[in-house]
């Protein structure tokens, strides 16, 4: 693979010949993630001796604000990412620059990405960003627990029954929960809940982003389900987050990134799959990750930037990234490479549902107010949950509050 980059870099750097630039990324990544950013800046730097990229860290939770304070004062980086959520509230701004141009003029491939994350570099007919990173949510499981309940530790549920008939037969062995729900409300409970929105056929909001969707006849049998695994079939529990890191659940749907952690912080064999659907039913699962960008400014310098960002998008690049991160592909071409799906299968076997789960990844609806609009949401799953509201009327009470959002 490390030829592929080197090949990689004399394409790039044989087909663009700039000038001298210097440019600067903001990013967030820290820790190992952060290293392998700089690893690959470096080798970039080396066969493109007349561009210094000068990477500049900052807090997630700072790095929105940053950005838009720096939009404001006119004193914007070269080029920055972001959680994908908070690109509606950049790509509005007019600081970013088109894409287009770049990409026609270019050989990336836009049919290449998985198209979920896509959605969100779209702003007025033009596109403004391109994915750099994902994330998605599978299942985890806890074979000890399926083994002393008498299931087949190697095969987890599949369908919304089965992850009812397992999680009975796993309390009324074991004394532990069957599944772990995330009940405190906000962008946590949100984001899992409409997994099961989806696979019920259900969506957020309209295909225009006008109005509220999820409060439909697919939204309140998705809610019932939640309430009915805590009331009435009594596997889940409303208690605080963190039931199956401490072995006192024997399943949760978590994201890709705990493919890397669980192993390291619990004292039980694991398995992951996907997300069990409903009957009739279609996988589904909620995707994060981040978005690149590049901030107007004169040609040259947009050019160099998107010298850089071509490269980094690309497949051999997007294998050593991923690989490095733990992240999860972009790209068909990363999820089928070679040495990508042998260092899965060899180092990070976990990671393989989530992997496959990608063709089915749903993007969270890309508008300016998603934070209020998932937390309204949240609030009102969490009334459902513990019994204060009926499901159809939380959804219908939510439905009212997150409209104004939308306007």
Do not use: C
């Not at 309390?171 to 949100?190: I, P, R, V």
């Not at 809940?193 to 969506?203: D, P």
């Not at 694991?270 to 409903?278: D, M």
């Not at 998107?306 to 980094?312: P, R, S, T, Y």
Request: hydrophobic share 40%; glycine share 8%; net charge negative.
């Amino acid at each position: 693979m490390k030829r592929s980059i080197v090949a990689a870099l004399s394409v790039f750097a044989l087909g663009t010949l700039v000038s001298a630039q210097e440019l600067t990324f903001w990013h967030y990544w820290d820790g190992a993630n952060g290293e392998v950013l700089q690893g690959l800046i470096d080798q970039y730097q080396e066969a493109n001796p007349g561009v210094t990229i000068e990477a500049v860290f900052t807090p997630g939770s700072e790095l929105t604000t940053k950005l838009q304070t720096a939009i404001a004062g006119k004193q914007t980086p070269t080029m920055a990412i972001v959680d994908l959520v908070a690109m509606p509230l950049l790509t509005s701004s007019g600081a970013l620059a088109p894409l287009d141009d770049f990409i026609s003029a270019s050989d990336l491939d836009l049919s290449d990405y998985f198209q979920g994350p896509l959605v969100y570099g779209m702003y007025e007919g033009k596109r403004y960003s391109l994915p750099v990173s994902a994330s998605n949510l599978g299942l985890f499981w806890n074979k000890e627990l399926f083994e002393q309940a008498g299931l087949d530790p190697n095969t987890p549920p599949k369908t919304w029954d089965e992850l009812v008939s397992f999680s009975q037969k796993i309390k009324e062995a074991t004394g532990k929960w069957g599944f772990e729900l995330y009940t405190q409300g906000g962008e946590g409970t949100s984001w899992q809940w409409q997994v099961y929105l989806w696979q019920n056929g259900g969506e957020v909001l309209t295909e225009d982003l006008s109005a509220p969707a999820f409060d439909s006849e697919a939204g309140t049998e998705a809610l019932q389900f939640w309430v009915d695994l805590v009331h009435k079939e009594q596997v889940s529990s409303l208690e605080p987050w963190g039931l199956f890191g401490r072995g006192e659940a024997a399943m949760v749907m978590d994201g890709s990134w705990m493919t890397q952690f669980f192993p390291m912080q619990v004292g039980f064999e694991l398995g992951s799959a996907a997300v069990p659907t409903p009957a009739g039913g279609e996988g589904a699962t909620n995707m994060g990750g981040e978005q690149m960008f590049i901030f107007e400014g004169d040609e040259a310098t947009k050019q160099a930037a998107w010298d850089f960002m071509n490269w980094l998008s690309s497949t051999a690049v997007q294998v050593e990234w991923d690989k490095g991160t733990g992240f999860m592909p972009i790209k068909a071409s990363v999820a089928n490479d070679p040495a990508y799906t042998a260092w899965v299968k060899n180092a990070r076997p976990l990671l393989l549902p989530f992997v496959n789960t990608m063709k089915v990844a749903h993007a969270r609806p890309p508008v300016e107010r998603y934070p209020q609009v998932s937390d309204t949401l949240g609030k009102y799953i969490v009334e459902a949950l513990y019994e204060r509201m009926e499901p159809k009327a939380a959804l219908s009470a939510a439905a009212s509050e997150v409209q104004p959002l939308l306007q």
